[in-house]
């Protein structure tokens, strides 16, 4: 009956199997940014960033004008880290964590080049955009969008 230590040991392994805890799935967010030129020179809104519009007049009421200057997103997990490029030599370096009831911590550090732009840690909600003044630029200002999903 030489079957028999390999039948223990099948059935040992099934076991095993079942009672084994799955392992946890790793929580991703989906972040999306994207890099507006705010100006006090023109009027109107891109069209591109309608859903933006409120916030950029509520928090930017001295700008009249909002263009789309790079969008791009990227997957994290949660904790993790990730990066996005926006166009022009804008980067977006993230790293994020769970931060209980739903919601994101998120460190940003958005460089143009070898410059630093805004090196901060913000709590996000999912689907809330999160609105942050950059630098001047071209007669007006950069500004970052940032929507975690």
């Known amino acids: ?3 028999r230590p390999i039948y223990y040991l099948a059935t040992l392994i ?8 799955p392992e946890a799935k790793a929580e991703q967010a989906n972040i999306s940014a994207t890099l ?4 006090a020179q023109g009027d109107g809104v891109d069209p591109a960033l309608k859903n933006f519009e409120s916030n950029l007049r509520r ?4 700008y009249k004008s909002f263009k789309l200057k790079g969008r791009s997103s990227a997957k994290v997990e949660l904790p993790g880290e990730s990066s996005i490029n ?13 931060g209980g009831k739903g919601k994101i911590r998120l460190s940003v550090r ?4 070898r410059r630093m ?7 996000m909600s999912k689907g809330v955009p999160t609105i942050l003044g950059g630098p001047s630029a071209q007669n007006g ?3 970052l969008a940032l929507v975690a999903r």
């Open 117 to 123: 732009l805004i090196n901060t840690t913000i709590n």
């Open 1 to 3: 009956m030489k079957t």
């Open 141 to 143: 200002n950069l500004i």
């Open 59 to 62: 928090v930017f009421p001295s």
């Open 110 to 113: 958005w460089s143009e080049g």
């Open 86 to 98: 926006l166009g022009s030599g804008h980067k977006l370096t993230l790293s994020a964590q769970a």
């Open 14 to 21: 099934t076991v095993l199997a079942l009672f084994a805890s």
């Open 36 to 39: 507006i030129l705010a100006s």
